[in-house]
């Protein structure tokens, strides 16, 4: 006889005593239990998330934010001063123009000759390099800010905080319904009961989560706490349609579902757990199930018949991959990234880590986080098999991650990957309290389900909750990390001068700084020429009285130095790929910018450039150009001394 059939007759006695009747037997207390299955939760919850994100009211703005604001805020000194030098197109606040262009960073038609010809963009950038996402839900809400109060950054930032407090509060009404249905996918077996309080324990981990915090502090990046809003609400209007019969839910569904993906591309995520809906808790033969989602399918082929008919997408570089542009790309990424995100999820290892670990340990944890996105997922078999809305959390998990792995790992971009995780975990942890009958009895499975059940306590509620409460400081911290990147002091003041960056660190950092000086009323200068990144160690030689060339002692100029520790200067690599290897560069290729021409020397074996050559209109001492180059000892630029023609001088890198 099947062992696991003879435990669930010994324990349904036991589980029609507690589960059912609010916990008991559990071990948590009855005013915890209480609390939990309140029907008050989505409230609390929503009190709490402002409460806990009530720091990022301070934030100011934030990189994309400087860009945002020259194309929502209208005509006024600072844009005029940005349109002077090609860097606004014309057309600032109006509505039209704020809806289908706030989110367009760099398009190849539009903006990225003017963005480089300025220096905002460095000269190896591709020339199809594209970062242009059509987003006019979340265009909107940031062109209300600019017309209600356009100089106050912390009244954007608690209209961001709106945001995720209506959707932590959809989100735990999404648990709760899911909570409430009972279940049972082994047949033959008694029925898992309900279990509210589960449904409450999975909204209290999420709030626990820290991976929210980041898109309240970044206006610029309300746009996931939108969709994430609206996301939840589809579903919870898709499974009151299917399980209700509620009339109103076969449209609310659909038309919440484009609003999702009309707040950001992710937004797609909701369709995994519609699809993860029929997959596992849906009713009726499957071809039936399945034709219930023709809606929601129609509305995703539409919005990205548009989205492509537009020219939106990001293709290009490294950072994104564009899954229509360029699928072979996004589906090596699939099998990356995916580990990062879906294993990062369930043990808590931040996704962030990706992007600053040397290869050698970035390989290593990968190795470790892709056993574990198999491995827990056999672990938790046993409820598994026995349960429908376990498998539903899991379905739209793993369902989830794949939109998401079109770009680098990172935590704020596991906001719809968590909501399947926990609500999995609080269902395996509320089983396992309760003795569920799909526990096993002894022997080696019982320890091994011990253990996950430990690990899932101690990283989702106690580390979590310090992670949560430390989230402001550890922001902060990294943010004043990158502000060094910078800060130009050093350069002075840069009146109609050009500065000459010999080994830039953060180059994308160019990108924002003629917005942020336009914003606070400083010089911008009249161009911004960098030489290289600042990634490697380079050797600068001065070879005539107009000309410097550049070459990387190691690796190519676009690579970071072979180091063993974490740093920031593989993230700052990552935010910098401008130019992925199926762009290569070739020996002998002229890049032509106003006042400095570059001749790429030689080139490695992806087409990368090892060695370029600059000449420049003028001398190299002409006061016109002002030249500044990173320290990396100091962590900060200093003045350039020019060295005598036929003499090399060595800038170390970071190791």
Not at 270 to 287: I, N, V
Request: glycine share 8%; charged share 15%.
């Amino acid at each position: 006889m099947d062992p696991d059939r003879v435990v669930i007759g010994e324990k349904r006695a036991f589980v029609e005593r507690g589960r059912m009747k609010g916990g008991v037997g559990t071990g948590i207390p009855r005013r915890i239990l209480g609390f939990l299955q309140s029907r008050y939760v989505p409230l609390v919850v929503s009190l709490a998330a402002v409460l806990v994100s009530l720091p990022a009211l301070d934030a100011g703005f934030l990189n994309d934010d400087f860009m945002h604001r020259s194309i929502l805020v209208g005509p006024s000194a600072s844009t005029d001063r940005l349109s002077r030098e090609g860097l606004v197109a014309e057309g600032s606040g109006r509505f039209g123009h704020a809806l289908s262009r706030t989110f367009v960073a760099v398009h190849p038609k539009e903006n990225l000759s003017s963005l480089r010809d300025y220096g905002a963009l460095p000269w190896w950038t591709y020339e199809g390099f594209r970062v242009a996402f059509w987003r006019p839900v979340a265009s909107l809400t940031q062109w209300l800010d600019y017309r209600l109060f356009p100089q106050s950054p912390q009244s954007m930032h608690f209209h961001s905080l709106l945001w995720y407090a209506v959707a932590m509060a959809a989100i735990a009404v999404l648990y709760r319904r899911v909570a409430s249905m009972d279940d049972s996918g082994l047949p033959g077996a008694p029925p898992i009961p309900n279990s509210l309080w589960a449904g409450g324990l999975a909204t209290l981990l999420y709030l626990l989560d820290d991976n929210s915090y980041f898109p309240v502090l970044w206006i610029a990046n309300r746009n996931l706490l939108i969709s994430l809003f609206f996301g939840a609400v589809t579903v919870v209007a898709y499974d009151r349609w299917r399980r209700q019969a509620w009339r109103p839910g076969a449209v609310i569904a659909p038309l919440c579902l484009l609003m999702s993906v009309l707040a950001t591309e992710g937004g797609i995520a909701t369709f995994a757990y519609l699809f993860a809906y029929e997959a596992a808790l849906g009713s009726g033969r499957p071809l039936r199930r399945f034709l219930m989602l023709t809606p929601s399918v129609v509305v995703i082929v539409l919005w990205r018949l548009a989205y492509n008919l537009q020219g939106f997408g990001a293709s290009g570089g490294g950072f994104y991959f564009d899954p229509v542009r360029e699928p072979l790309d996004y589906a090596v990424a699939i099998l990356w990234r995916g580990p990062f995100f879906l294993a990062g999820q369930w043990t808590g290892i931040p996704a962030d880590l990706h992007s600053y670990l040397p290869p050698a340990s970035k390989m290593l944890l990968w190795g470790l986080l892709a056993i574990l996105t198999v491995l827990i997922p056999v672990i938790l078999t046993p409820l598994l098999r026995v349960s429908r809305r376990a498998r539903f959390w899991l379905i739209g998990m793993y369902a989830s991650a794949l939109p998401v792995c079109a770009t680098v790992p990172m935590n704020r971009a596991m906001l719809f990957i968590g909501i399947g995780a926990f609500g999995l975990v609080a269902e395996y942890m509320a089983g396992w309290l309760a003795r569920d009958p799909w526990t096993p009895a002894g022997g080696w499975r019982r320890r091994v389900c011990g253990t996950l059940f430990v690990v899932f306590f101690v990283m989702h509620l106690p580390l979590a909750a310090v992670g949560r409460v430390g989230a402001p400081r550890l922001t902060a911290t990294l943010q004043a990390k990158m502000a060094e990147t910078q800060n130009l002091a050093s350069a002075g003041a840069l009146d109609g001068q050009d500065l000459i960056v010999v080994n830039a660190p953060n180059p994308v950092a160019f990108l924002y700084d003629p917005f942020r000086r336009a914003l606070e009323g400083r010089t911008l200068p009249r161009g911004i020429r960098i030489l290289a990144p600042g990634f490697n160690t380079v050797e600068v030689t001065r070879t005539g009285p107009r000309r410097v060339t550049v070459r990387s002692v190691s690796d190519s100029l676009l690579d970071c130095q072979r180091g063993k520790r974490m740093d920031f200067v593989f993230f700052y690599r990552y935010l910098a790929d401008v130019r992925g290897p199926e762009h290569p560069l070739h020996a002998g290729d002229r890049v032509s910018l106003p006042r400095m021409q570059v001749e790429v020397l030689a080139v490695d074996g992806r087409g990368f450039p090892t060695e370029a050559a600059f000449e420049f209109d003028v001398p190299l001492e002409d006061p016109s150009l002002k030249w500044i180059a990173w320290d990396w000892d100091e962590d900060v630029y200093q003045p350039w001394a020019l060295p005598v023609t036929g003499q090399t001088v060595r800038l170390m890198g970071p190791f």
